[in-house]
């Protein structure tokens, strides 16, 4: 048997049995959202409290998706599938182009020091199943593309290096090769009212994700806390995942909505592509931690229907021997309304 398979067949079990967990209460559905959405994020390891962190690791995440009106354009097999899978709720879908980049601690060196993080990039398109109810978001995902050097990595670092006048990062010579990717991914949040505070909403956000693919196979679980006005106007900020990520998908509730956040999870780890290298040759690769903690704050703010993000990630060491504390990242997004 593959030393992968026992690891791959847990999480495809979790990734079925996340849909039929059912909601803790029985919500009515939720209204209609009449308007498309665009949504564009970047997301930087040097948008830090640390100024001498820089470019290594998860370096950056960039995308750009459309999310559908409420209930419309959802083919009508993917309208089944979220009826089999989640009962009734509003349906949105949503298609995302995204790239990540991965890089060593030490870029200096064009052949990879044992043990260092391998550099790779991964180009991937998204489509997504987001079904609401008042209570829950449920998001079913299927990612396809490809990592190595066709997903161009090296070619974007080292060309905005160039513009910002910035060395380039040599170890792109010796990155994961050429590989198709994908990912099946599950995820539901659950939305508990806490009351108001000094006249403000709160409320909390438990949150469960399991990912099977040749990107990831991991299962995630986690809760954000967020105080403000306007809450019901969406599931928290979207980050580039693994991490609490609450997607694409707002409303208008109120003319301005706002609120402030602080999240934290954990992962559970069977395979990373990103780091584990390829997955039928030989190539650089690290030794992965199986477990990964999280901590991220922030806020967003939603007025005349663009929301704006802001999310802070402190990340526990991914691989063995990772240097320089706990990993940051700094996340911003721009959703606006058509």
Not at 123 to 130: A, M
């Amino acid at each position: 048997m593959h030393p992968r398979l026992p690891a791959v067949l847990l999480a495809g079990t979790a990734l079925l049995a996340c849909g039929a967990i059912p909601a803790m209460a029985q919500p009515a559905p939720a209204g209609p959202d009449n308007s498309s959405i665009w949504t564009i994020q970047e997301q930087n390891s040097t948008v830090t409290t640390n100024p001498h962190f820089g470019d290594h690791y998860f370096t950056n995440g960039l995308r750009v998706s459309w999310t559908s009106p409420s209930d419309k354009y959802v083919p009508g097999w993917v309208h089944d599938l979220g009826r089999a899978l989640y009962g009734p709720g509003t349906q949105r879908v949503s298609i995302n182009i995204g790239q990540n980049m991965y890089t060593a601690a030490n870029d200096t060196v064009i052949r990879l020091n044992p043990g260092d993080w391998p550099n790779s990039a991964q180009l991937l398109v998204t489509g997504s199943l987001i079904q609401d109810t008042p209570l829950t978001r449920n998001t079913f995902a299927v990612s396809l593309g490809v990592t190595g050097p066709m997903a161009q990595g090296g070619q974007l670092q080292n060309g905005f290096h160039d513009l910002i006048g910035q060395g380039h990062n040599h170890g792109w010579s010796d990155q994961i090769h050429n590989e198709p990717a994908f990912e099946i991914l599950n995820e539901r949040i659950y939305r508990y009212e806490m009351g108001k505070v000094l006249g403000l909403e709160t409320d909390a956000l438990p949150e469960l994700t399991v990912g099977l693919g040749n990107v990831r196979v991991y299962a995630q679980t986690g809760a954000t806390f967020r105080i403000g006005q306007g809450l019901l106007s969406d599931y928290g900020v979207p980050i580039v995942r693994p991490g609490l990520s609450g997607g694409d998908a707002y409303k208008t509730v109120r003319p301005f909505a706002w609120y402030v956040f602080l999240g934290f999870d954990g992962q559970a780890v069977a395979h990373d592509m990103a780091i584990d290298g390829n997955t039928f040759q030989p190539g650089p690769s690290a030794k992965r931690q199986p477990f990964v903690g999280e901590f991220q704050l922030g806020f967003a703010l939603l007025w005349h229907g663009m929301r704006l993000t802001f999310a802070q990630q402190l990340q526990t060491a991914e691989i063995r021997h990772q240097k320089g504390g706990l990993h940051q990242m700094g996340s911003i997004s721009l959703g606006v309304k058509f």
